[in-house]
T-cell receptor, first 113, second 119 residues
């Protein structure tokens, strides 16, 4: 069975500082994708970043980077230079061939001014 | 803005009733997935439609059913509503290709959801 674990229900970070949101996963598949989504209070899930299981380099998208450690089955999201607008729920997700996705239970990030 | 629209935004039903939720996918996308998100939890995969056919289903009973139309928009139908069906229902559109890393790089673009309350 595939499972995503996000162990931090809530995180606080000072504006302009960096923060790491943890994600570990469990799968026996060799081919999979890892994603991070942001969900503001409005409810819409916003795609942030993608990492393929065979990608050798860590993914980066602007202020977001994914610290992918395949042997440890972890895919942590790093947000640099936090902004007040980054306050939201963050979900780690995994997808497989045939497109089914599994999500974690999320981490609530609060950015303090 | 993802270009994925869901209707209605809010809905109140009573136990035993039936409900239909609608989703218009992003232009150029051929796949729609539906998720149920209970309060304080992550989205749970209900099913996915690819080119009008069901292409995978999560652990949901048959009273959850769906359709995808030729324009790739989709409906989620729930019969015999139960109190536990109260949740945010999210639709996501994406573009799957039946070759290569099929489905793995399935970047999904979500709508704002339909919040269903069952009384």
């Amino acid at each position: 069975a595939q499972k995503i674990t996000q162990t931090q229900p809530g995180m606080f970070v000072q504006e302009k500082e960096a923060v790491t949101l943890d994600c570990t996963y469990d799968t026996s598949d060799q081919s999979y994708g890892l994603f991070w989504y942001k969900q503001p209070s409005s409810g819409e899930m916003i795609f942030l970043i993608y990492q393929g299981s065979y990608d050798e380099q860590n993914a980066t998208e602007g202020r977001y980077s994914l610290n992918f450690q395949k042997a440890r089955k972890s895919a942590n999201l790093v947000i640099s230079a936090s902004q007040l607008g980054d306050s939201a729920m963050y979900f780690c997700a995994m997808s497989f061939n045939a497109g089914k996705s599994t999500f974690g239970d999320g981490t609530t990030l609060t950015v303090k001014p | 803005e993802t270009g994925v629209t869901q209707s209605p935004t809010h809905l109140i039903k009573t136990r035993g009733q039936q409900v239909t939720l609608r989703c218009s996918s992003q232009s150029g996308h051929n796949t729609v997935s539906w998720y149920q998100q209970a309060l304080g939890q992550g989205p749970q995969f209900i099913f996915q439609y690819y080119r009008e056919e069901e292409n995978g289903r999560g652990n949901f009973p048959p009273r959850f059913s769906g359709l995808q139309f030729p324009n790739y928009s989709s409906e989620l139908n729930v019969n015999a509503l139960e109190l536990d069906d109260s949740a945010l229902y999210l639709c996501a559109s994406s573009s799957l290709r039946a070759s290569g890393s099929y489905g793995v790089k399935n970047i999904q673009y979500f709508g704002a959801g339909t919040r269903l309350s069952v009384l």
